[in-house]
């Protein structure tokens, strides 16, 4: 069995491996994981697997937001790219497209061309284009994540792409009077617009969209329909990662 970890800034995603499918995936909280289920020995991170419920794998990769300060005993480190890579091209049986991942703090767009890397961005110095920027508007609009993705006709024009900013804004706009409906689609086509340029300096067909925010229905329509691509989003989105560090897994053996 092989076993795939991204150790992300808001969820540690897990994935197992056998025989070249998947066979189980878990998410658990950042913070909760280091502090229940992982301790420090010698400058690495030894993961208690089984107060996890997991079995110890044949062999362990991980990648991702920890992975430059955190090693995993009896683990093998990759890069976010590598693994994102093979996680979309295992996923969708794709080798040529554009990778957009959205996740819970940073941005990362990758240029896939007969399954290579050629080019790359990341931003992970803003949250204006991630899960947390959607989650604080959601909570001021006081709706679910499910809800505001079902968004985007009419929006509500949002000039502040500050995601501390931007929640004084969005008041604002509320006291105003607009709806509901049109401030959610407005949050939507902020990300959106955020991105817009990263995406076109690498844009190839087809668009495949990744991690937590490609769970936004509404934000996959908005691109589809500004960039006029066709958009993939592949059974397990945020898993992506992970499910990359099981495929390489399986080619090191």
């Known amino acids: 069995m092989l076993c795939g970890m991204d150790?992300?800034?808001?969820?540690?995603?897990?994935?197992?491996?056998?025989n070249d499918e998947i066979t189980g995936t878990y998410?658990?909280?950042?913070?909760?994981?280091y502090r229940k289920y992982g301790r420090k020995e010698n400058d690495e991170l030894r993961v208690d697997f089984a107060a996890l419920g997991l079995p110890v794998a044949e062999k362990l990769v991980s990648t991702g937001y920890g992975r430059l300060t955190v090693k995993i005993a009896g683990g093998e480190t990759i890069p976010e790219l590598k693994a994102h890579m093979l996680g979309a091209m295992y996923q969708t049986g794709k080798e040529n497209f554009t990778l957009l991942d959205l996740g819970g703090q940073d941005t990362k767009i990758i240029q896939v061309m007969n399954g290579k890397m050629v080019d790359f961005i990341t931003n992970d110095k803003c949250a204006a284009s991630s899960g947390r920027?959607?989650?604080?508007?959601?909570?001021?609009?006081?709706?679910?994540?499910?809800?505001?993705?079902?968004?985007?006709?009419?929006?509500?024009?949002?000039?502040?792409?500050?995601a501390v900013f931007g929640e004084s804004e969005l008041i604002g706009k509320i006291v105003e009077g607009y709806s509901i409906d049109t401030l959610a689609a407005g949050v939507n086509y902020t990300i959106f617009r955020r991105v817009r340029p990263m995406l076109l300096k690498m844009l190839t067909e087809?668009?495949?969209?990744?991690?937590?925010?490609?769970?936004n229905e509404a934000l996959k329509t908005i691109i589809e329909k500004e960039l006029s691509v066709e958009?993939?989003?592949?059974?397990?989105?945020?898993?992506?990662?992970a499910i990359g560090c099981c495929v390489y897994a399986g080619e090191a053996l």
């Open 231 to 241: 958009v993939i989003v592949p059974p397990k989105p945020q898993l992506n990662g």
């Open 206 to 215: 087809p668009v495949i969209f990744t991690g937590g925010v490609a769970r």
């Open 7 to 18: 150790l992300g800034s808001r969820y540690v995603k897990v994935a197992l491996m056998e």
């Open 133 to 162: 920027y959607l989650e604080n508007m959601a909570k001021v609009l006081g709706i679910t994540l499910d809800e505001l993705s079902r968004y985007y006709q009419e929006p509500v024009d949002l000039s502040s792409t500050c």
């Open 27 to 33: 998410q658990f909280d950042t913070i909760e994981f």
